[in-house]
């Protein structure tokens, strides 16, 4: 049986059995899913997944990544509270986070468009452009120039040997001009397909959770098509002003294409300390 029926047959039995409670069909959505470790939560959408990452191991989100369907089943361990970020076919964003819990409310739940929080748009598609003061021609020979003569190691992270690396980051015209580098330390090439930027809050109470709150990214330059085993590649991304409080974080996340090695890095209020105005 494909995965596909048996989600399907799984969702019948539970609706005949009376296990799903009538709320469960109610299209409204609040920002916290419950889930465990002993029953499993469908997550409906209203376009096929593309990809989708919990913030810890501790949630684990199923989906079918062979054959793009439109949901996924959701479970959590005891004590668990992290955040999961969905991507869909039609580049939309849903955030929301994850909480368990023994008795839960609902066992279905059924994502509108209008419930996503951004769009990723693909790094190969057209950016928003920058401010009329900065032509391309001139952006283009900043970011050049940064590339060129900017060297150094902020922070970095690593996934089945894929290494994201922040160089550096330039504060030029009310801009963040970011330096990184893609290092392919496995024996298999690597093709990046897309990067999402957030800022990670926390929620004040006695439990708190994280969210993610996109950040656009304005324009890319330099950034690869492919990175080939033992190499390593530098791109710039410009991203629009913004500030990072203490209980805040950067959060970029690097898919790849056709495949599975996503890589996330996080940036810290201390590392911005060392942001370079130009």
């Not at 504060?171 to 999402?196: G, M, T, V, W």
Request: glycine letters at 4%.
């Amino acid at each position: 049986m494909n995965n596909n029926l048996q989600i399907m047959v799984w969702v019948v039995v539970q609706l005949a059995l009376g296990w799903i409670p009538l709320q469960a069909q109610e299209t409204g959505i609040s920002d916290t899913l419950y889930a465990n470790d002993q029953n499993q939560v469908a997550l409906f959408f209203p376009f096929p997944i593309r990809q989708a990452i919990t913030g810890n191991s501790q949630a684990i989100f199923t989906y079918n990544k062979d054959r793009l369907q439109h949901f996924g089943l959701l479970q959590a361990l005891e004590g668990t509270e992290t955040n999961l970020l969905v991507i869909d076919q039609q580049n939309l964003i849903y955030s929301y986070y994850v909480k368990y819990k023994t008795q839960l409310p609902q066992y279905l739940h059924f994502f509108r468009s209008k419930d996503a929080v951004g769009s990723a748009i693909p790094l190969d598609q057209k950016r928003d452009s920058l401010p009329a003061r900065e032509d391309t021609a001139n952006w283009k020979s900043v970011a050049e120039g940064f590339l060129k003569s900017t060297n150094g190691r902020l922070c970095s992270s690593q996934k089945a040997g894929i290494v994201l690396r922040i160089s550096s980051m330039i504060l030029h015209e009310e801009r963040f001009f970011c330096i990184l580098e893609i290092e392919n330390k496995s024996a298999i090439s690597y093709q990046p397909d897309r990067l999402f930027v957030s800022r990670m809050t926390r929620k004040q109470g006695k439990r708190k959770s994280s969210q993610n709150i996109p950040l656009k990214i304005l324009e890319t330059y330099s950034f690869p098509d492919t990175v080939a085993a033992g190499d390593t590649k530098r791109f710039i991304i410009i991203l629009p002003k913004f500030t990072i409080p203490s209980n805040y974080k950067l959060q970029l996340n690097l898919f790849e294409k056709n495949g599975f090695r996503e890589v996330r890095l996080n940036l810290y209020p201390r590392h911005f300390k060392k942001v370079l105005p130009q």
